[in-house]
């Protein structure tokens, strides 16, 4: 590289701060497409790609609509009446509120379980990485990444059923116990870069070690708890594997377990069936649409970590 | 679950880049702590000690048990005896597990290649100066959100009813392609990349904001074009992402379950039987109980073994460019 590369660098980074990468875009775009202005032939060709991600969805809402006699030809069809029975007879069939509150309520007792003991377990192990205990325990934690969960999963539904876990509260726990690896592995790095000095200010003020992480630490760990939030949100929510092998008591399903039981009894009443899909992916999918760009960034920021 | 780079190869970490997350507190230095001397309070104890506990009790514990039932012959319920071996010899000459292993590994070698160039392609469309950006962003990140089973029973109504009919009335020869045993994978593996590809994007996006836009400015100075761009700032730049996304998504592939569910469920036959679901099939109705602990514990050695060499070759070659 040049001498000029040099000072084009640091001409720009005295002007960018961190803050502001988004503005160093334009210099890519430039060179990759058009003359300094928006390269249009490559939005159109992103928005096509974007239909595939589109159309199934536009499939979904439409078939929902509609009535058993529309379905035929392709079904790309727009609906030429539409039948809102689907949807109540989808939330009978279903019992529809019954499975979106065990799937709310597993969800959320998941994350709050998660975040408030995950980030704990991994303040101690990062602030002790230099104890061979805490450092042994990281790397025990770690290395359940590589154990893949069918192996796990005889021998826990046995485990589950005889310590009356077989429940949502069990599944609470399991998911907060095999979130931990990744949470821990996200979290410590994290806290590494938390300065020491403002633990030791508290503790000059007189916090113990537990004041010290609830009044300090924990705050400061607001980012990374938005990003192990919403990863474990998205987990407990879609998650079908665990539910299936693990809750015994019908009543006790989450909304994918509900689609599948119910399959045999939509049987070829496709409309029904696609409300009711709909409906066990709509309350995410809201969810999503409101607070979209805070979810986006928050699972980039744990992968730049 | 899910990626992250790790940390000590990640762009972010070089030295003559500018720190490239708001978020992040600049200080990353890690200091001696003065607590080095002192005894280690109580406390951090009392913080790890009953997750250890919990964790052994519901993680490690199931993985040995497993273990040890396959040597057994026991059947998920009432006597077993130990057998030895012998499970693991039959493992070999079963020609479902076997079949099982073979799709599963086809699948996800498929589904990760395709899955990795396609969200790295987007990623770069969505990094380069186009219009509504965002929206763009969350339109590709919505499949994310969605549950995969869900999505295999929509794909499949689409596979079996409206593909064939599209076909027909384009005079292509119509048919259910789940119901084909040769072509069924295709299937699945075009839900799949649906659905993984989202996340990937994001990750891969992720990466490509670490890279400054003078590195690009530098290059087209020297007279550098797009493909030699990317090969010599933009690929290698992000190569610790596609390493962890390569090993994390292959991974998770390998535990496919979910969509085959609701696509296949195993057929046509036996043909899209995935590892995950030959286990719990034989584990849960088949009363196979130990010979399929001993079919899982070949599937994680298999798992561990895949993890280290792709690791291995992949830090590699990132290495040399």
């Known amino acids: ?305 | 679950m899910t990626a992250t780079a790790p940390q000590a190869q990640s762009p972010a970490t070089q030295p003559d880049l500018p720190p490239t997350n708001a978020a992040t507190p600049p200080t990353r230095v890690r200091r001696e702590s003065p607590r080095r001397r002192g005894r280690v309070p109580r406390a951090f104890y009392w913080m790890v000690v009953p997750a250890v506990v919990i964790f052994f009790g519901l993680h490690t514990i199931p993985v040995l048990t497993g273990m040890f039932f396959s040597f057994t012959n026991y059947a998920g319920y009432g006597n077993w005896s130990l057998v030895g071996l012998s499970n693991y010899i039959n493992l070999f000459q079963d020609s479902r597990v076997l079949n099982s292993y073979g799709f599963t590994f086809f699948f996800a070698i498929v589904s990760t290649i395709l899955v990795n160039v396609i969200a790295l392609a987007i990623a770069l469309g969505l990094n380069a100066n186009i219009k509504f950006r965002t929206a763009f962003r969350g339109i590709f990140f919505i499949p994310y959100v969605l549950a995969i089973l869900i999505i295999g029973y929509v794909f499949n109504y689409l596979f079996a009813n409206s593909l064939p009919s599209i076909a027909e009335g384009l005079g292509l020869p119509a048919g259910n392609l789940l119901a084909d045993p040769s072509f069924a994978w295709v299937g699945i593996v075009i839900t799949t990349v649906w659905q993984a590809a989202a996340f990937n994007i994001i990750l891969y996006l992720a990466g490509l904001q670490t890279i400054p836009g003078e590195l690009y400015e530098a290059a087209a100075i020297d007279g550098a074009q797009t493909w030699r761009r990317f090969r010599s700032i933009t690929f290698p730049l992000i190569g610790a992402y596609f390493t962890i996304n390569m090993v994390l998504s292959f991974k998770s592939f390998l535990q496919v379950f979910d969509q085959i569910v609701a696509l296949t469920n195993g057929g046509p036959g036996t043909s899209t039987e995935s590892i995950a679901m030959v286990i719990y099939r034989g584990g849960f109705q088949g009363g196979e109980y130990g010979y399929q602990m001993a079919n899982a514990v070949v599937y994680l050695f298999v798992i561990i073994l895949v993890s280290f060499i792709q690791l291995r070759f992949l830090q590699r070659r990132e290495a040399t460019i």
């Open chain 1, 1 to 305: 590289m040049s001498a000029t590369t040099t000072e084009t660098r640091s001409v720009t980074t005295a002007h960018h701060s961190a803050r502001e990468h988004r503005n160093r875009r334009p210099v890519l775009a430039t060179l990759s497409g058009g003359n300094g202005g928006t390269n249009w032939w490559l939005t159109a060709l992103i928005a096509v790609c974007s239909l595939t991600v589109l159309i199934p969805l536009y499939f979904t809402i439409i078939t929902a609509l509609k009535s058993p006699d529309q379905l035929g030809g392709t079904g790309f069809e727009l609906p030429t009446s539409i039948r809102w029975e689907n949807f109540a007879d989808a939330y009978e069939l279903t019992n529809f509120p019954r499975a979106l509150l065990n799937t709310a309520l597993i969800t959320v007792g998941a994350v709050v379980l998660t975040l408030v003991t995950n980030s704990l377990v991994a303040y101690a192990i990062a602030r002790n990485m230099h104890r061979k205990f805490f450092k042994g325990l990281y790397f025990y934690f770690l290395a359940a990444i590589f154990v893949p969960f069918p192996i796990i999963m005889l021998p826990v539904v046995k485990e589950t059923a005889l310590l009356g876990l077989d429940t949502p509260v069990g599944l609470v726990l399991l998911y907060t116990v095999y979130g931990l690896s990744f949470n821990i592995f996200i979290f410590t790095a994290y806290i590494n870069s938390i300065p020491i000095e403002l633990e030791e200010a508290a503790r000059m003020d007189g916090a113990g070690t537990w004041g010290v992480f609830w009044k300090v630490v924990f705050p400061l760990l607001a980012p990374m708890n938005a990003t192990v939030g919403i990863l474990t949100c998205v987990w407990a929510w879609n998650d079908f594997l665990l539910p299936l092998v693990i809750l015994s008591d019908p009543s006790a399903q989450t909304l994918p377990l509900a689609q599948y039981v119910f399959q045999g009894q939509f049987n070829t009443n496709y409309t029904v069936a696609f409300a009711s899909y709909l409906m066990a992916l709509a309350p995410l999918l809201v969810v999503y649409i409101v607070a979209q760009k805070w979810v986006v960034s928050g699972v980039m920021r744990g992968s730049v970590k």
